[in-house]
């Protein structure tokens, strides 16, 4: 799920940018305050929320980056082949390892977690995703 979120937004949450993701997760901080009674998992997963934040802008910022770098390239008449396809994957690759760092915190939170308590977060967590790759 946290693939298919990451790799194309939905249309259904209208909010984005950084204001939207940090507004999402901080409705999941008050719910993990609220639902996780364990006072050592309920830090190790407020400390995930706050890692997962700072990489869904990182996220987002490779995206701009990544926008930004193609169409300054595609300016260009004479770029090669081997400079665009060497720009593409380098490109290719800092979103590779910012979307593996974000499903690390996933995988982390879901760890920290019983399925009641997930359960409660889930959503919360989904509307960050979609708010972070529009």
């Known amino acids: ?6 790799a194309a937004g939905c249309s259904a949450n209208k909010a984005k940018g950084p ?19 364990d006072p050592q998992r309920r830090s190790d997963l407020l ?9 869904l802008d990182a996220l987002r910022r490779v995206d701009f980056d990544t926008l930004t770098q193609i169409r ?8 090669s082949r081997a ?16 979307r593996e760092r974000v499903m690390q915190h996933h995988f982390e939170m879901t760890s920290l977690t019983t ?8 959503g919360l967590e989904r509307k960050a995703l979609l708010s972070a790759v529009r």
Do not use: Y
């Open 72 to 79: 300054a390239l595609n300016t260009r008449p004479d770029v």
């Open 47 to 55: 400390r995930s929320i706050d890692g997962l934040q700072v990489d």
């Open 115 to 122: 399925a009641a308590e997930w359960k409660e977060l889930a």
């Open 1 to 6: 799920m946290v693939m298919s979120l990451l």
């Open 83 to 98: 400079e665009m396809q060497a720009a593409m994957d380098t490109l290719d690759q800092q979103r590779r390892q910012a």
């Open 19 to 37: 204001e939207a993701v940090a507004a999402n997760l901080n409705s999941m901080r008050g719910a993990t305050t609220k639902h996780v009674a």
